[in-house]
């Protein structure tokens, strides 16, 4: 039996705002330090009202799964269950199903990533990839370089473990070398390590742009230089939509990237399958940390996966979400040119997102519950920043509604922006 402690009285402790607004929680004074630092992010909280039917949701990431061949993927899974159950059903490797690692090296190969199957480390989604790499490099206070904006959830994981993360900006071809070389050489003026840099390169989580072929290099030597890992995050890369996909930074440095991968763009996220590819001494700080998490990634969904590669033509799946998402691209940038000219956007050539920077003095936080009202959802840049700024952007996912909606939703947001103008 546990013992329950007594409340917290209202009039003691020392009266902090986090504690004025739980004094009913009375294991509030028990939570680790790094507990104070975990948020609902913006678009959990807004999840519930964006879900409602009447509502166009620009703002979750989604993929849209309608166009899977569900009867191929409901046989897949029966065979799994019938012809390799007792496996399935089992615990598995820590490191992750050798026969899947090996299927891994050949999607990484489309990015020129060559690799071993020993390099590669399973895990449940790349979110918990993040989530490792985090917990085995980070201690309270350390620097995590980032771009400006950076992905929500990635934020999410760095404040969980008390990094500090210090924000290097972008422009429409990626992370920008010299401000990377003069953050990098400033913190280390200042007498800062720097643990890792992390990035997205790939049509970017909100930004929507890409580095540029040129910068690539650029920024693997800067980081190299300066003794800085790169984390490098990439579930959008096959998803270009008039190219190839182009060299992963992990094809230039094998020694100072770990890249991560996962399924739930160019697949499915329900069963949460992704990867870590590390230089071969952190890959075995990675198992360990996550056989302490979880003992081992899920076999079933590993198994279901790996059998989707090899019964299933998954490279003609991921060119149909190509043609999907980028009808829906130019539905997104068509209305926006038609609608809300007074508003800056990135043209996104690949991917879920665009970048929206609303008309001078406008702010997407605030106007976010009009919108609402008014049926249409979005991201507030906030999310994206560390710092809480970014109040002047928006990011708008054009990955999951129609084409239909995505206008409609468009035209919603430029008369909510108008009626502000206007305020
Ligand atoms: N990284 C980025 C940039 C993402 O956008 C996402 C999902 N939205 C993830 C990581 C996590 O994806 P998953 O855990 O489903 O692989």
């Not at 993040?130 to 995590?144: A, E, H, M, Q, S």
């Not at 560390?386 to 996912?397: C, E, I, K, W, Y």
Request: charged share 20%.
């Amino acid at each position: 039996m546990t013992s329950q402690p007594s409340p917290r009285p209202e009039t003691s402790g020392t009266p902090t705002s986090a504690a004025a607004g739980t004094r009913l929680d009375p294991w509030l004074d028990a939570y680790a330090d790094r507990t104070h630092g975990m948020r609902a992010s913006e678009i959990r909280a807004l999840f519930a009202v964006a879900n409602r039917p009447e509502v166009v949701s620009l703002a979750g990431g989604m993929p849209f799964l309608d166009g899977l061949p569900l009867d191929s993927l409901a046989q897949v899974a029966a065979q799994v269950v019938a012809q390799r159950g007792l496996q399935a059903l089992q615990y598995g490797s820590g490191q992750g199903d050798e026969t899947l690692r090996e299927q891994i090296l050949e999607v990484m190969a489309l990015e020129g990533i060559s690799a071993h199957p020993d390099d590669v480390v399973v895990t449940t989604g790349s979110q918990q990839a993040l989530d490792l790499v985090t917990r085995v490099f980070i201690n309270p206070g350390d620097v995590v370089v980032a771009e400006a904006p950076s992905y929500v959830g990635a934020l999410g994981v760095f404040r969980a473990y008390q990094a500090d993360v210090v924000h290097v900006p972008i422009d429409e071809h990626g992370l920008i070398p010299a401000a990377l070389e003069e953050t990098l050489t400033s913190l280390a003026a200042a007498g800062r390590q720097t643990k890792f840099l992390y990035t997205v390169p790939n049509f970017h989580n909100p930004a929507g742009v890409s580095v540029s072929l040129e910068r690539r290099p650029q920024i693997v030597e800067i980081a190299r230089r300066h003794g800085v890992l790169v984390l490098e995050d990439n579930p959008y890369g096959l998803l270009g939509f008039d190219r190839d996909p182009w060299p992963a930074l992990r094809s230039y440095d094998e020694d100072g990237v770990i890249y991560l991968g996962s399924f739930s763009k160019t697949f499915a996220p329900g069963y949460r399958v992704g990867w870590a590819v590390a230089p071969h001494a952190v890959r075995e700080k990675l198992v360990l940390a996550s056989e302490s998490a979880i003992l081992c990634p899920s076999n079933a969904s590993q198994i279901a996966i790996s059998s989707y590669l090899s019964t299933c033509d998954w490279r003609s799946q991921v060119k149909s979400y190509r043609e999907l998402y980028r009808e829906r691209r130019d539905a997104m940038v068509g209305a926006l040119a038609e609608h809300l000219p007074e508003a800056s956007w990135t043209v996104p050539d690949g991917g879920f997102y665009t970048w929206v920077r609303l008309p001078e003095g406008l702010d997407a936080k605030d106007m976010l519950p009009r919108a609402v009202t008014a049926r249409v959802a979005y991201v507030p840049g906030t999310a994206f920043y560390f710092d809480g700024t970014g109040r002047d952007h928006m990011r708008l996912s054009f990955c999951y509604p129609t084409p239909e909606r995505i206008r409609e939703g468009v035209r919603r947001l430029a008369s909510v922006v108008s009626a502000e103008r206007e305020l």
